[in-house]
C-alpha cells in the first residue's frame, strides 16, 4: 500500500484484459493494465499509452492534480461528432510511490465503458479490427 498525503492507494497489474470503449470503438485494448484503489473512491484502470488509440485524442492546456496520484495532463477526445473535452488523463509526473502510473492513461467512466474480461468474454468478443481496402 502506497501512503500520500494521508491518503491510501494500492496499485496492482490486472490480471485480465482490460478494455474502454466509446460510442461502440475500442479506445483501449490490453493485458497490461493497472488498477488503482484509493480509500472512498471506485476503483480506475489505468492503460498503457501504446494500448490506446490515440488518434482520436489531443493534449490540453488542462491539468490536474490529484495529492496521491500526481500531476496528470488532460486529453481531449473528438469521435462520432462528439468532444469530450479532458476526459483523458495521463500522469506524466506521478507522486512519490505512484511512479508505475507513468506512462500510462486512465479514461473518464462517466463517458467511456471501462470493463475486464476473462478468457471468454475474449473468444466472444475479440478486439475490433478495422479493415482498410485500397480502390483498384
Given amino acids: 500500500m502506497i501512503t500520500s498525503s494521508g ?19 475500442v479506445i483501449a485494448d490490453t493485458k497490461g493494465a493497472l488498477t488503482v484503489y484509493e480509500l472512498g473512491k471506485s476503483p480506475v484502470h489505468f492503460f498503457p499509452a501504446k494500448d490506446v488509440e490515440t488518434g482520436f485524442m489531443g493534449k ?8 496521491s496520484l500526481g500531476e496528470a495532463c488532460c ?10 473535452e479532458n476526459a483523458v488523463c495521463a500522469y506524466d509526473s506521478p ?21 475486464e474480461l476473462n478468457a471468454g468474454d475474449v473468444a466472444a468478443m475479440p478486439r475490433a479490427t478495422h ?6
Fill in 7 to 25: 491518503a491510501p492507494i494500492r496499485i496492482e497489474a490486472n490480471p485480465y484484459r482490460v478494455r474502454a470503449m466509446f460510442a461502440g470503438h
Fill in 131 to 136: 479493415v482498410h481496402r485500397s480502390v483498384a
Fill in 75 to 84: 486529453y481531449t477526445l473528438v469521435m462520432e461528432g462528439e468532444i469530450l
Fill in 60 to 67: 490540453t492546456a488542462h491539468s490536474s492534480h490529484d495529492d
Fill in 95 to 115: 507522486a512519490p510511490g505512484a511512479e508505475a502510473l507513468r506512462g500510462y492513461m486512465s479514461f473518464a467512466e462517466d463517458h467511456f465503458e471501462v470493463y
